[in-house]
């Protein structure tokens, strides 16, 4: 069975950092491209970033581009999401998915359960 897990979650100063990590189990997700999407409260699910398999290409949205920084460890069939200069309305809940179909338009196949990051203003 397909499972991937987030944590690392948390609350969180504004200008803050969190550092969010999603482990894969059951399948090995090293040959795929990986993403993190994330849903704010009455708000739709919209995509944070991608990965590359080999963690070579990175892609993002514009709403975190240069404070947020997607990696992963395929020995530990991992993927990790560090978030710096958090805004309160980065707050949401975050999901690993993966494999994903592209890194700019993805589709994904499984989807991690969530982990609330809350950031104060």
């Known amino acids: 069975q397909v499972q991937l897990v987030e944590s690392g979650g948390g609350l969180v100063q504004a200008g803050g950092s969190l550092r969010l990590s999603c482990g894969a189990s059951?399948?090995?997700?090293?040959?795929?491209?990986m993403g993190w999407f994330r849903q704010a409260p009455r708000k739709e699910r919209e995509f944070v970033g991608t990965?590359?398999?080999?963690?070579?290409?990175?892609y993002y949205a514009d709403s975190v581009k240069g404070r947020f920084t997607i990696s992963r460890d395929n020995a530990k069939n991992t993927v990790y999401l560090q978030m710096n200069s958090l805004k309160p309305e980065d707050t949401a809940v975050y999901y690993c998915?993966?494999?994903?179909?592209?890194?700019?338009?993805?589709?994904?196949?499984?989807w991690g359960q969530g982990t609330q990051v809350t950031v104060s203003s």
């Open positions: 998915a993966g494999p994903c179909s592209s890194l700019s338009s993805p589709s994904c196949d499984y």
């Open positions: 990965i590359s398999w080999s963690g070579g290409r990175t």
């Open positions: 059951g399948r090995t997700f090293s040959n795929y491209a």
